[in-house]
Nanobody
Framework: QVQLVESGGGLVQAGGSLRLSCAAS????????MRWYRQAPGKQRELVAALTSGGSTKYADSVKGRFTISRDNAKNTVYLQMNSLKPEDTAVYYCNAEVAIAVTKYLEVWGQGTLVTVSS
């Protein structure tokens, strides 16, 4: 059983910063891509940032230059540093990862989500 547990969400004023964390636990052989998604009320879930095991990153245009994704492989943890937050960043943020539970067996795992609210 593999779990992803997010933390770090909360209420912040526009222009402020938050750092989200997502820790993977369980029977983990390795982790490939790790991603952050978000879903605002009444909207579809969207990809915010992705980080491959090789270190390549990808960001949504709306967060480029403001958000930074990083990972600590020793801790099986991915982070999302969010700066210059805007009210439109308000959403539930979900962690997602491709987790190897054996040499050639992968699972796509989702966290439970953490709420980020940015007030104007």
């Amino acid at each position: 059983q593999v779990q992803l547990v997010e933390s770090g969400g909360g209420l912040v004023q526009a222009g402020g910063s938050l750092r989200l964390s997502c820790a993977a636990s369980g029977s983990i052989f390795g982790i490939n891509d790790m991603r952050w998604y978000r879903q605002a009320p009444g909207k579809q879930r969207e990809l915010v940032a992705a980080l491959t095991s090789g270190g390549s990153t990808k960001y949504a245009d709306s967060v480029k230059g403001r958000f930074t994704i990083s990972r600590d492989n020793a801790k099986n943890t991915v982070y999302l540093q969010m700066n210059s937050l805007k009210p439109e960043d308000t959403a539930v943020y979900y962690c997602n990862a491709e987790v190897a539970i054996a040499v050639t067996k992968y699972l796509e795992v989702w966290g439970q989500g953490t709420l980020v609210t940015v007030s104007s």
